[in-house]
């Protein structure tokens, strides 16, 4: 079975701070993992996606995750916090061959406050 | 570039009242989902479909219907509504060659 376990679901940092948010998972074979980022009021939308190639992955809006099987973890992390960059994140895990049709599993989500 | 497209984006129903909340996607995907998000839960899959014709239950599917009589709708209906079917309700779609997911944005439901 697959999970997320996001630690933390409130994190405030100051602009300009660095931004750090976990994620570890646990999953039966290599996941591919996800991290997604929803504005008040909006849908979720993709930052970054891990599926297997390399370990550091880039995203939009200068995030980076780094997947760790070691550790089962996919940290977010950003050098330098924005004020746009307050929003909520959930971390999301999908096995290739998982149950519900290959569905996605969702973290409980962190909401990040960037304080000026 | 419309994408995943949820209607109503607000709603309000009484105990009892059913009421049906439409999803449609104009990506040709084949995979689309319903979840629910509530504070502290995160969004919790409430039926899915691999193409039309074709559903299944996820994980809290009961209080709730769907079809896929098409690639591009997956309507989700609320036959009976309950307050504890008070969240905001997503759907999403993927195609099967991409690991990603549209969301659209959102239904915010409210029972009383």
């Known amino acids: 079975a697959q999970s997320v376990t996001q630690l933390g679901s409130h994190v405030s940092v100051s602009e300009g701070a660095l931004v750090l948010l976990r994620c570890n998972y646990s999953?039966?074979?290599?996941?591919?993992l996800f991290w997604y980022v929803q504005y008040p009021n909006q849908g979720l939308q993709l930052l970054l996606k891990?599926?297997?190639?390399?370990?550091l992955v880039k995203g939009i809006n200068g995030f980076e995750a780094e997947f760790k099987k070691s550790e089962t973890s996919f940290h977010l992390t950003k050098p330098s916090a924005h004020m746009s960059d307050a929003a909520e994140y959930f971390c999301?895990?999908?096995?290739?061959?998982?149950?519900?049709?290959?569905?996605?599993?969702f973290g409980t989500g962190t909401s990040l406050t960037v304080i000026p | 570039n419309a994408g995943v497209t949820q209607t109503p984006k607000f709603q309000v129903l009484k105990t009892g009242q059913s009421m049906t909340l439409q999803c449609a996607q104009d990506?040709?995907?084949?995979?689309m989902s319903w979840y629910r998000q509530d504070p502290g839960m995160g969004l919790r899959l409430i039926h899915y479909?691999?193409?039309?014709?074709?559903?299944d239950q996820g994980e809290v599917p009961n209080g709730y219907n769907v079809s896929r009589s098409t690639t591009e709708d997956f309507p989700l209906r609320l036959l009976s509504a309950a307050p504890s079917q008070t969240s905001v309700y997503f759907c999403?779609?993927?195609?099967?060659?991409?690991?990603?997911?549209?969301f659209g944005a959102g239904t915010r439901l409210s029972v009383l």
């Open positions: 999403a779609s993927r195609g099967t060659a991409k690991n990603i997911q549209y």
């Open positions: 999953s039966s074979v290599p996941p591919y």
């Open positions: 891990y599926t297997s190639a390399a370990t």
């Open positions: 999301a895990v999908r096995a290739p061959a998982s149950n519900y049709g290959n569905q996605f599993y």
């Open positions: 990506m040709n995907h084949e995979y």
């Open positions: 479909s691999v193409g039309a014709g074709i559903t």
